[in-house]
């Protein structure tokens, strides 16, 4: 049962690894620092990115392509898709703690729900798919 959910379980377990990254360093910059929680939410997502390019690509989807030119294009991808999902996460704690008022800590963790979901969507469909997986449009 493992070797048929192996990537799914590796990712839920990894996905948690950098999620306490970004958390932890989230709560650095805010309670520690007291930095804003727009910029503290963006250096915890450099931090966190950087954590799931290399366990996503050694443990998850084992990419094991070398080359530097693939590993430039790879990251590239990697980072455009957490781009995305970073902007949809600073988005929602914008407008719900912010403008909402609700407790930024629990919006920051209801977030990483909608933020996990789309990594996992944009890794197995754009950014590690297996070269004899089918193109997605």
Do not use: H, Q
């Amino acid at each position: 049962m493992f070797k048929k959910y192996k990537e799914a379980i590796l990712y839920v377990i990894f996905g948690g690894f950098t999620f306490l990254t970004n958390l932890v360093t989230y709560l650095v910059c805010t309670r520690l620092f007291s930095i804003d929680i727009l910029i503290s939410n963006s250096i915890a997502w450099i931090a966190s990115v950087v954590f799931a390019y290399v366990t996503n690509k050694i443990f998850v989807f084992e990419s094991n392509e070398t080359r530097l030119e693939y590993i430039i294009k790879e990251f590239s991808s990697f980072v455009g898709c957490r781009i995305f999902s970073g902007v949809v996460e600073l988005m929602i704690i914008f407008m719900m703690a912010t403008l909402a008022g609700i407790n930024d800590l629990v919006v920051k963790i209801v977030t990483n729900v909608v933020v996990i979901v789309l990594n996992y969507v944009c890794s197995k469909l754009i950014i590690f798919k297996k070269k004899d997986e089918p193109e997605y449009a």
